[in-house]
Structures are given as structure tokens and as C-alpha cells.
């Protein structure tokens, strides 16, 4: 796993995403002015033998991209680490730096693209370029990966190539529906749960309350096996 996060963070596979990353990390946010900005690809993050995972759409600019760490240092991570606190799976309620002490439990999390995209919208192109980095990924936590929550429907769509590349497995046709709590249960593969992302138009509209996290969670511990 940690090959494959080095090979990761040097990756320079998409010009337009390599692009904005590094010049996101030179112009820089006024508030995190001071403070070097990571500028790469994100690895994933948790345990190497996860049994739980989520998986997200991408780094944000001014989060992963500047901590280094998937969803830490921004709004999306603070509502999604309190909840996978409340869980029982991650060992602080809070996420603002790679090294503030953060550890999950029987949990990793990943996400389709690796660089943060402008507008957050990464292009199909980029999209399928950055999916070999998820499918090895879900390859070394594959013994032990029971349960797949997905933020959001291009986290979503992302998982049905993972199921044939990975798995062998042929994906559904027609591919089921995302929603907020849809599940989507086959044979010889994870368990998928639908979760809306922890976006901040989310977040900040109450499409996305914290009890519908933690209802989601309660739902992908009981499925993996874990206390």
C-alpha cells in the first residue's frame, strides 16, 4: 500500500489536473497563505486491511490538495469525520492536517480522481485515465473490503468498472439507481451503499443531515461485520 501511495503521489497522467493543482498550491487561499500546499495526487487513507471503504470524487483545492490527506482540512471532511467519529471509526471528531493524530478503524477512504479538478468536475476522460489508481487500491484491501459506501453518484458510477477490472464480476444492467441510502448487494464483490456527498450545498441545505450519516454508517458496520 505504500508503493502504491508514492506511485500515486507522482502521478502526472492528466495535463488540465496537474495544471490546476500546482496552480491552486502557488496562488493559494488567503486564509492558508502561509502554509505549503501539497500540490500532488492524494493518496488514499485508513487501514490496509479496511473492511469498510469510501469512496469520494476528488480532492478539493483547498483541502486535500493543500493537506496532502483526502478530505482533510475542509467543510466535506469536518461533517465527515465527526460522523465516522460517532461510528466508532475514526479516533477524533476532527481532520485539519496529515499530522494531527487522525486514525480510522476498519476503514479507508479513496477517491475516484486523485487531483483536485476546477469546478470540482473532472472530465470522463480524466475520469477513466485515474481509475487503474483505485481499482490496485480496492485490489490490496480486497480481502478484507466487505462494504463500499459512495459519496455521490460519480463515486457511484466509478464502482461498477471496479466490480468487472477487480473482481470478475460483471456489472449490472441496467446499472441500479444512486440515492441516499440505495444498496446494491451481488455476489463475490462488496456490499455498495448510495450516500449523498458531504458537500457543503449539501450539508448547508439539510439535504444531508448528520443523523442520515450516521444512519448510513450504522447500515455499512452492520453489513462489514464490525462492533
Known sequence: MADLDGAVSNCFACPRLVSWREEVAR?????????????????GFGTPDARIGILGLAPAAHGGNRTGRIFTGDRS????????HRAGLAN???SVAADDGLTLRDTRIFAAVRCAPPDNKP?????????????????????????????????????????????GVRPPSPRPVFGHGAHWSGTAAPELLGCYHVSQQNTFT???????????????????GVD
Not at 496562488?27 to 493518496?43: C, D, L, N, S
Not at 471532511?77 to 465516522?84: C, H, Q, S
Open 27 to 43: 496562488t493559494k487561499r488567503a486564509a492558508f497563505r502561509e502554509q505549503h500546499y501539497w500540490g500532488r495526487p492524494v493518496p
Open 77 to 84: 471532511g469536518d461533517v465527515l469525520f465527526a460522523a465516522l
Open 92 to 94: 477524533q471528531r476532527t
Open 123 to 167: 472530465t470522463p476522460a480524466e475520469r477513466d485515465t485515474c481509475a487503474p489508481w483505485l481499482h490496485r487500491e480496492v485490489g490490496l484491501i480486497r480481502p478484507t473490503l466487505r462494504v463500499v459506501v459512495a459519496l455521490g453518484a460519480f463515486a457511484w458510477a466509478a464502482w461498477w468498472p471496479v466490480l468487472r477490472d477487480v473482481y
Open 206 to 224: 439539510g439535504r444531508l443531515t448528520p443523523l442520515m450519516l450516521d444512519d448510513v454508517f450504522a447500515r455499512a458496520k452492520q453489513l462489514a
